[in-house]
């Protein structure tokens, strides 16, 4: 079957850096999304990474291993808007989206 | 306005009722959606429209019914809904139905099933 791993809940302070994983088994890969998602709000787009490497923009950073079936965002100099949920989505070989359940984040002062 | 709007943003009802949501999307875009949220899992996608034709249908039972008259809006009529069906129902859109296109979602109706 088709899976998306990604930690349940992080914590992190403002002002440090933060990075959250997700690893995907797939049948097929065409690219992978992360998106943010406020409490109560719509899911928005923040990255979409297809060839491996990093893909940096502002703050937020979205790395790929496609050998490794493995990607991460980093987030620098939190701040406690930064308090989300991230959201990882896999393109499967059929250009279906396949999602993770999300990484709750939780910024402290 | 602008963007993906979704409405009403929050809907209790019983079991015996019938009720629609209702999603619009103001991008221009040739693909719609709809997805169930629940607490902790990953998104289910439920249908997904292009051109306003339908062309996914994810098992979803049948007391929902997605309803397309045209690219820019999408219903999801609802009746004889049971507890579990208690969740975020998240409309969105995209240029393409293929999955290599960003999706621009609504805010969502919180729907509780009494």
């Known amino acids: 079957g088709q899976n998306i791993d990604q930690p349940t809940e992080m914590t992190a302070t403002e002002g440090a850096i933060v990075q959250i994983n997700c690893t995907y088994q797939?049948?097929?890969?065409?690219?992978l999304f992360w998106y943010q998602q406020h409490a109560g709000e719509a899911p928005t787009f923040l990255s979409y990474?297809?060839l491996d490497g990093l893909e940096e923009k502002g703050r937020f950073s979205s790395f790929l291993s496609r050998s490794k079936g493995y990607s991460y965002l980093l987030l620098k100099e939190l701040q406690m808007k930064d308090s989300a949920s991230y959201l990882c989505?896999?393109?499967?070989?059929?250009?279906?989206?396949?999602w993770g359940a999300g990484t709750k984040l939780i910024i402290k002062p | 306005e602008t963007g993906v709007t979704q409405t009403p943003r929050h809907l209790v009802m019983g079991m015996t009722n019938k009720k629609s949501l209702k999603c619009e999307q103001h991008?221009?875009?040739?693909?719609m959606y709809w997805y169930k949220q629940s607490a902790k899992k990953p998104l289910e996608l439920m249908f997904v429209?292009?051109?306003?034709?339908?062309?996914e249908n994810n098992s979803v039972p049948s007391r929902f019914s997605p309803e397309c008259p045209n690219s820019s809006h999408l219903f999801l009529h609802l009746h004889t809904l049971q507890p579990e069906d208690s969740a975020l129902y998240l409309c969105?859109?995209?240029?393409?139905?293929?999955?290599?296109?960003?999706?621009?979602f609504g805010p969502g109706t919180r729907l509780t099933v009494t």
């Open positions: 429209y292009n051109f306003k034709e339908q062309t």
């Open positions: 991008l221009g875009h040739n693909a």
């Open positions: 990474n297809v």
């Open positions: 797939t049948s097929g890969f065409n690219g």
């Open positions: 969105a859109s995209s240029q393409d139905p293929a999955g290599g296109y960003e999706q621009y």
């Open positions: 989505a896999v393109v499967d070989s059929n250009y279906q989206l396949i």
